[in-house]
């Protein structure tokens, strides 16, 4: 698993809290030229004062350092206009193709609430926009402002740097339209090298020299953003529902979740369930699906959906329950369900299921406990979930490796229990994950009748 400090020092283009911001006194050296477009913006335009954009800190480059270079490929805002409905208003490179990234950074269903967050995929990038809806006293916008401003990237680990600038530059769009200085500079400063075409579409995998990110943007060991209980809050939705879920994910099954907006918390889920399916053998999984999160999708993903074997996605349209042909597993509320009358038996929890639930939950409260009484900062909760599930899976697949390089390659009761599975409840989801792994093992259980 890759190593992450839970909280990543400030970037070029991280909001400083307020806080932080009051009595900072900018020096000659950290005034560069973004900061002086800022200013002087605001220098030539007295009257639009109340305008000046704020939370941005331009740090010094020579103490910014990081493993993984920023990659933005496009920076955008998207409106909803009355006539015309999501239009994409501005975004830099002019030329990127962004069909569709109108209605995927401005869920449906939006104009309910007053802000949200959105994780998306754009062809082979990932986007993060950050919605807000602001009434105003205007007929022709019919009592409501609403915008989103975005970024696309190769890597959605990277996206959540930016969180809480987006946040203020939405809120900046809504009250002063048309003000682009800030995420001119932005993506001057954090721009990719689009590959070579000509055209600038963003529909093709970034050249040789972005390939360790691109081969990494899909690990979702790697952590998408920070917020806080992200996973015990996954853990107390879903409760013993997990060991569903997790079984769905090994089998690369294709899970849709619907929720109404708003739906940042809900590209959290698909982010956790894409961590249920972690394995770190070497080799291990190389010729199944990958399993991809989608994160939110909408109607015009339908095409590109069905072509899809094995991903993670949520969604706010509920037309989707109807289109069956596109997953397998479908997640309304804690309701998880299955039209495949294969998968049926896995809803069922056994109690193998309930005691590896058991010890998740334990180890939580273990790892709450140190936090809380011995001051223990060096681990997190995100960690604990996502080695438990790796560590299980390792098993279960050391395990069936093994046994597939014996002479004797048959997977036995105790084997079965050992892999802390059900011999009997699991029965199913082993011949599946044998079959589906390509693992060469006879699955013989004794005394089928009995425990």
């Known amino acids: 698993m890759v190593e992450q400090s839970d909280r990543a020092p400030l970037l070029d283009w991280e909001e400083v809290p307020p806080a932080e911001l009051a009595p900072t006194v900018s ?136 969180m809480h600038f987006l946040e203020n530059q939405v809120q900046h769009q809504l009250q002063c339209p048309g003000q682009y200085s800030p995420l001119e500079a932005f993506y001057e400063d954090k721009k990719a090298v689009l590959p ?77 369930c894409c961590c249920l399916a972690n394995v770190s053998i070497p080799g291990m999984g190389v010729s199944v699906p990958e399993f991809r999160p989608f994160f939110y999708i909408n109607v015009a993903d339908i095409a590109a959906l069905g072509t899809e074997l094995s991903y993670v996605a949520c969604t706010t349209e509920k037309i989707f329950e109807e289109k069956k042909e596109l997953y397998d597993v479908y997640i309304d509320n804690q309701n998880v369900k299955t039209h495949r009358e294969s998968l049926q038996p896995l809803l069922r929890l056994n109690s193998a299921d309930r005691e590896k639930y058991r010890k998740l939950c334990e180890q939580r409260q273990l790892l709450l406990y140190s936090q809380e009484v011995d001051r223990d900062c060096t681990s997190n909760e995100e960690d604990l979930f996502i080695l438990f599930f790796m560590e299980q899976n390792n098993r279960i697949f050391q395990t069936l490796s093994e046994l597939a390089g014996s002479a004797d390659p048959t997977l036995t009761a105790e084997h079965v229990r050992a892999m802390g599975l059900d011999p009997q409840g699991d029965r199913g989801f082993l011949i599946d994950l044998l079959e589906i792994y390509g693992i060469d093992v006879m699955l013989f259980i004794d005394n089928p009748c009995c425990p």
């Open 196 to 272: 070579s075409g000509g055209n600038g579409l963003v529909t093709v995998c970034p050249t040789s020299a972005l390939g360790p990110i691109v081969n990494r943007c899909m690990h979702p060991e790697m952590k998408i953003t920070h917020p806080a209980g992200c996973m015990s809050q996954f853990i107390r939705f879903f409760g013993e529902q997990i060991m569903v879920l997790w079984k769905f994910a090994l089998l690369r099954k294709r899970i849709l979740i619907f929720s109404p907006p708003p739906v940042g918390v809900v590209c959290y889920r698909v982010y956790c």
């Open 27 to 162: 020096s000659p050296e950290t005034e560069d030229s973004v900061q002086s477009g800022l200013s002087s913006e605001s220098a030539h335009s007295p009257h639009k004062h109340n305008c000046a954009f704020h939370g941005l800190s331009v740090r010094d480059r020579r103490i910014t350092g990081w493993e993984e270079k920023d990659q933005i490929v496009a920076v955008f805002v998207v409106t909803f206009d009355t006539r015309s409905g999501n239009m994409i208003e501005w975004c830099l490179p002019q030329d990127v193709n962004l069909e569709g990234v109108e209605f995927k950074s401005m869920a449906s269903g939006s104009h309910r609430i007053s802000s949200d967050f959105i994780y998306f995929r754009k062809g082979c990038y990932f986007g993060l926009a950050c919605f807000a809806n602001m009434p105003v006293e205007s007929e022709l916008e019919r009592g409501a402002r609403m915008k989103s401003v975005g970024i696309l990237s190769p890597s959605y680990t990277l996206l959540y740097r930016y």
